[in-house]
């Protein structure tokens, strides 16, 4: 080992910048990381009476996404002119980016979708409102269900199986 060795008041330096470091790091770095990350917005339209589009609204926001949600009592108005296809049909619509999103999808699953972009696709819809989907908590019971897409020529395609 070449140079003179390490005292203990130079150990104590190094331990002491070291740590100091790591805690200048550390207080640092959650605020890049959430920075980084900017919550997803989504317009949400609902009936203002209905309990479970409100659950689905916190599971988005639980998921980081912002919801801006407008109580509407003329839903099938709204879904018409929008352009959902009656056959797939729920409680809520959303509108995420230039997607539609119909009933209770999984955060997980808008998310994958405003990721990929798939070509041709005009939203995801979850028909109905199957028991275990978001917001449609019952206890233990879960229901499988399909997440469709849609396309604006009527075209569906299973976009996730849960």
């Known amino acids: 080992m070449t140079g003179s060795p390490l005292t203990r008041r130079d150990w104590i330096a190094r331990v002491a910048t070291t740590a100091l470091g790591g805690a200048a790091m550390t207080t640092l770095l959650p605020r890049v990381g959430a920075a980084a990350i900017a919550p997803t917005s989504i317009t949400v339209y609902k009936d203002p009476s209905c309990g479970c589009c409100k659950n689905w609204v916190e599971h988005l926001r639980a998921s980081?996404?912002?919801?801006?949600?407008h109580d509407r009592s003329d839903m099938d108005a709204l879904k018409d002119s929008l352009g959902v296809p009656a056959s797939l049909r729920s409680?809520?619509?959303?509108?995420?980016?230039?997607?539609?999103?119909?009933g209770h999808?999984?955060?997980?699953d808008v998310k994958q979708l405003?990721?990929?972009?798939?070509?041709k696709t005009m939203g995801v819809a979850v028909p109905g409102m199957p028991a275990g989907?978001?917001?449609?908590?019952m206890g233990g019971r879960v229901d499988r269900y399909d997440v469709i897409a849609f396309a604006p020529d009527g075209a569906t395609r299973i976009f996730a199986r849960h």
Do not use: N, R
Request: aromatic fraction near 6%; charge should be negative; glycine fraction near 10%.
């Open 64 to 69: 980081g996404f912002t919801p801006d949600v």
């Open 91 to 102: 409680c809520h619509t959303a509108v995420a980016g230039k997607y539609l999103i119909e």
């Open 105 to 108: 999808v999984p955060a997980a």
């Open 114 to 119: 405003l990721a990929t972009k798939p070509a």
């Open 133 to 137: 989907s978001p917001g449609m908590e």
